[in-house]
């Protein structure tokens, strides 16, 4: 197995990377309050010790009262939430890494089961978090408004603190999917319609303020999935046509690199070729992209929060798609949030020393 592609550097605007392994957004429950503590810059300038390329954060909320159904995720806002972040960005430099914060908006969401709830309703689109159940408030056009204006004003701040990139999270269900979802806006208005295309405004006006506000030289990522949490098999782009017209007006509004989720990046995106999600992504608009789902282990991720443990996996196929250059930057998950050290020992060969990856590994900030 030859992994050369993925130890060459990567240079696009802001973002240095001294190879191409991203260590992908894994949501984590250890900022009290919202605060990112001591324990979670340590968490994350391990892994810079252990070569990631490029750390993307933990999905960190927007200025908006019921941008998060947890108290312990951590905030994008607030004097001691983005002293936390500060923290977080120095000790990953120190480490010679590189790092964007996710910045997230969760839209209408089920209750934590902790019992916690934000001080107002959720909000969203139509006030869907997934297809017939409400659970929240449709948006008003000053609602819309102001959080797009949370949204730029959280990428001034991950600018001025120091971060190389960042990273909205517009996948999975959450607040910019919910808009791209006609399951979650049955919305008749210019934040609503038919298409897929027409739905994609609101994402375009965040891309548009963050753009505005980091400038052209900051580089800018969006995560995005076909799937949803409740809907494995969902596409909302049913045709390669039906991408173009989705995801070319987002390049077109400042996207530098798509992160394109899937839950196996081995799986075709569309009957006529190969090609997954992050390889149609890249032909349609001609920008890099991330592919992620599943790398280096069996299993999904999903499943591990049911108890399903995995074991290190062959890179050959990935190495074979990257070679070809379906993709530019490989993003991988449970490997790195279990072993600090993944990206070093695939570097070094030593791939006898792969760990695998059980249940536990969530319920901790694993720095060994």
Not at 81 to 86: D, F, R, V
Not at 87 to 103: E, K, R, Y
Not at 124 to 139: D, E, F, L, T
Not at 350 to 356: A, H, N, S, V
């Amino acid at each position: 197995m030859n992994t050369d592609n993925l130890f060459k550097p990567f240079n696009l605007k802001s973002l240095n990377l001294k190879n191409r392994i991203v260590m992908a957004p894994m949501t984590r429950s250890f900022s009290p309050k919202g605060v990112p503590t001591d324990q979670v810059a340590a968490y994350y300038q391990r892994r810079a010790e252990g070569e990631v390329g490029l750390i993307l954060s933990e999905g960190t909320v927007i200025d908006r009262v019921a941008s998060s159904n947890d108290e312990n995720i951590p905030r994008f806002h607030g004097e001691k939430s983005l002293a936390g972040w500060k923290n977080v960005i120095d000790g990953v430099h120190a480490a010679g890494g590189a790092m964007g914060p996710q910045i997230w908006h969760m839209g209408v969401m089920d209750n934590h089961y902790s019992g916690w709830l934000p001080a107002g309703p959720f909000e969203g689109p139509s006030g869907y978090g997934k297809p017939g159940v409400k659970n929240g408030q449709a948006m008003t056009d000053s609602d819309i408004a102001d959080t797009i204006q949370a949204f730029g004003r959280a990428a001034a701040d991950a600018k001025r603190l120091g971060f190389d990139t960042l990273e909205l999270h517009g996948a999975h269900g959450y607040l910019i999917d919910q808009f791209f979802w006609d399951q979650t806006n049955d919305r008749t208005d210019q934040y609503g319609g038919k298409t897929l295309a027409e739905r994609t405004r609101f994402g375009v006006e965040v891309i548009k303020e963050v753009r505005r506000q980091t400038g052209e030289d900051f580089a800018i990522i969006l995560r995005l999935s076909q799937f949803k949490p409740t809907a494995y098999d969902n596409k909302l782009a049913k045709t390669p046509q039906e991408m173009e017209a989705w995801l070319n007006p987002l390049a077109e509004a400042g996207v530098d690199i798509f992160h394109c989720s899937q839950r196996r990046f081995w799986e075709a995106e569309f009957e006529e070729s190969d090609l997954n999600f992050a390889g149609w992504a890249k032909k349609l608009t001609g920008k890099p992209t991330i592919t992620v789902g599943s790398v280096g282990l069996t299993g999904e991720f999903l499943a591990a929060f049911a108890g399903e443990s995995s074991q290190p996996s062959s890179l050959d196929e990935l190495m074979r798609r990257m070679d070809r250059g379906d993709f530019d930057l490989v993003a991988v998950g449970r490997p790195l949030l279990s072993d600090p050290s993944w990206v070093k020992k695939i570097h070094e060969h030593r791939t006898d020393e792969l760990k695998g990856f059980t249940k536990e590994a969530l319920g901790e900030l694993v720095m060994g």
